[in-house]
């Protein structure tokens, strides 16, 4: 079992930037996938980024070009920047790991059971 840990989040207005982190209690970067996930009250968990031990990265529509996942293997922890942040980015945003590729694509972003492990959950609040 991998424990997780996530840093950052907070609080910002529309337009703004955010930097999460992920520390895993054991080594990840070379068998396991990891990924970015949010939650509002009343909806349901969804995918935002993951990215897998060989650099496949794969993003949420919604936050294409506007978030980076990221990953140090030197230190094995797991990033995601936010940028131009809007109001509909507000959530509980989880990390989450699960050995293996992301062989399955877009898919694991929307297949909960996919993943093994889940943090505890760090406030995103973005402000209009």
């Known amino acids: 079992q991998v424990h997780l840990m996530e840093f950052g989040g907070g609080s910002v207005q529309t337009g703004g930037s955010l930097a999460l982190s992920c520390a895993p209690s054991v080594i990840t970067y070379d068998t396991y996938s990891m990924g970015w996930f949010r939650q509002t009250p009343g909806k349901e968990r969804e995918g935002v980024a993951a990215?897998?031990?060989?650099?496949?990265?794969i993003y949420a529509d919604s936050v294409k070009g506007r978030f980076t996942i990221s990953k140090d293997s030197e230190k094995d922890i797991l990033y995601l920047q936010m940028n131009s942040l809007k109001p509909e980015d507000t959530g509980m945003y989880y990390c989450a790991a699960r050995r293996g590729t992301l062989w399955r694509r877009y898919a694991h972003l929307e297949r909960l059971d996919d993943w093994s492990d889940w943090g505890q959950g760090t406030q995103v609040t973005v402000s209009a």
């Open positions: 990215i897998d031990s060989f650099g496949s990265i």
